[in-house]
């Protein structure tokens, strides 16, 4: 079961979604008074796979209107 959290769920998800805006995680653990490495335990891997499908998906819409603007 573990050990209680620091933050409620409504903290976690402003962590969650200012890393995503590419705050630093350091910055984010002083300001909410977690440590950097729980912050990276909940968000690590999952950030890290959400900027990945938000880039690539940003290189496929640029290929597809570039694309797109070479047809006309």
Same mark, same amino acid.
């Given at each position: 079961? +573990?050990?209680?959290? @620091?933050?409620?769920? &409504?903290?976690?998800? /402003?962590?969650?979604?200012?890393?995503?805006?590419?705050?630093?995680?350091?910055?984010?653990?002083?300001?909410? +008074?977690?440590?950097? @490495?729980?912050?990276? &335990?909940?968000?690590? /891997?999952?950030?890290?796979?959400?900027?990945?499908?938000?880039?690539?998906?940003?290189?496929?819409?640029?290929?597809?209107?570039?694309?797109?603007?070479?047809?006309?």
């Amino acid at each position: 079961m +573990g050990r209680k959290s @620091a933050l409620t769920e &409504k903290q976690w998800a /402003a962590v969650g979604q200012r890393l995503l805006k590419g705050e630093a995680a350091r910055a984010l653990a002083r300001e909410f +008074g977690v440590s950097e @490495a729980a912050i990276r &335990k909940r968000f690590g /891997a999952q950030t890290k796979q959400i900027k990945d499908v938000a880039i690539n998906w940003l290189r496929q819409s640029r290929h597809l209107v570039r694309c797109r603007l070479v047809r006309r």
